[in-house]
């Protein structure tokens, strides 16, 4: 402070940290700025970002033909696997109800069978209750044998087609 007062009289000024001339602005002081002022900063600048446009892959898109195909396989899979299951249920209920009725008709029919009016009607046509000298007893120690005769199995490629086909075939029914 000492310095610019006795500098009050001369050509040169100061505003603290520098020294300018009069001359050069006038008798205007230039306004010192207050020290909790911060200064501008330039904003910056925002650039688009250009991206850079991407192929799609034939094996990406092949991939997600495959998992789209795969799931539509796992979603028919799981409404034939539960279809197959009401068709079960239902004809596990049909078989319970045909059961009561065997028994229904067993008992009916055991309860017509009447023994005296059989031995009679067998006496009508005939027929006499067999001697000690008509009865045969057969020996069979021996091992019995049995062999079926039946259609020769097909090979194993035309099972694998008929296994192909009526998976098509159920396939179409299902979608018709």
Same mark, same amino acid.
């Given at each position: 402070m000492a310095a610019s007062q006795d500098l009050r009289g001369s050509r040169y000024r100061s505003n603290g940290s520098a020294a300018y001339d009069i001359r050069t602005y006038g008798n205007a002081v230039p306004k010192p700025r207050g020290p909790g002022l911060p200064e501008e900063r330039p904003r910056p600048v925002r650039r688009q970002r250009v991206k850079a446009k991407t192929a799609v892959s034939p094996f990406a898109a092949l991939g997600l033909v495959a998992a789209a195909l795969m799931l539509v396989m796992v979603i028919f899979s799981y409404v034939q696997l539960y279809e197959a299951t009401s068709e079960v249920g239902r004809l596990q209920e049909e078989l319970a109800a045909? &059961?009561?009725? &065997? $028994?229904?008709? @067993?008992? &009916?029919?055991?309860?017509? *069978?009447?023994?005296?009016? *059989?031995? @009679?009607?067998?006496?009508?046509?005939?027929? %006499? &209750? /067999?001697? =000690? *000298?008509? @009865? %045969?007893?057969?020996? !069979? @120690? =021996?091992?019995?044998?049995?062999? +079926? !005769?039946?259609? $020769?199995? /097909?090979?194993?490629?035309?099972? +694998?087609?008929?296994?192909?086909?009526?998976? %098509?075939?159920?396939l179409v029914s299902y979608l018709s």
């Open positions: 045909l &059961q009561e009725e &065997q $028994q229904a008709l @067993t008992s &009916q029919y055991e309860g017509q *069978i009447d023994l005296a009016a *059989i031995e @009679t009607r067998a006496r009508e046509l005939g027929m %006499v &209750q /067999p001697t =000690s *000298i008509e @009865t %045969v007893y057969l020996n !069979l @120690t =021996s091992a019995d044998r049995a062999e +079926v !005769l039946g259609e $020769q199995s /097909p090979g194993f490629l035309a099972s +694998v087609f008929q296994a192909l086909r009526g998976a %098509v075939e159920s």
